[in-house]
């Protein structure tokens, strides 16, 4: 079965850092992109950071660049989101999936589409 969990979402000061955390089971880790998207509430789903899991290439959302680091663990079929100097408007429930969608990137194989439960990501002012 194949399996996408987060990890690492919290309650942070705007300023801030947290480091998110994507555990892949269940399938060759890396065979797919992993993708990192967020959702505020009222607002659309948003794709923030993608990484190509073979060769480590990364791929950034522009509200995202210059704060965000995606990185991968292929031994440990983990893929990290750091995020740093932390915004109000970066609080939002965070996804991790097997594809990758944004106005900067795209990656999507519809034979596999999976993601997370989600992680919450609160921003304090």
């Known amino acids: 079965e194949v399996q996408l969990v987060e990890s690492g979402g919290g309650l942070v000061q705007a300023g801030g850092s947290l480091r998110l955390s994507c555990v892949g089971s269940?399938?060759?880790?890396?065979?797919?992109?992993i993708g990192w998207f967020r959702r505020a509430p009222g607002k659309e789903r948003e794709g923030v950071s993608c990484?190509?899991?073979?060769?480590?290439?990364?791929y950034y959302a522009d509200s995202v660049k210059g704060r965000f680091t995606i990185s991968r663990d292929n031994a440990k079929t983990t893929v990290y989101l750091q995020m740093n100097a932390l915004k109000p408007e970066d609080a939002a429930v965070y996804y991790c999936?097997?594809?990758?969608?944004?106005?900067?990137?795209?990656?999507?194989?519809?034979?596999?589409?999976?993601w997370g439960p989600g992680t919450q990501v609160a921003v304090s002012s």
């Open positions: 999936a097997t594809v990758c969608t944004s106005a900067s990137y795209y990656y999507r194989d519809s034979r596999f589409d999976y």
């Open positions: 990484i190509d899991t073979f060769n480590g290439k990364a």
């Open positions: 269940g399938y060759s880790f890396d065979d797919y992109h």
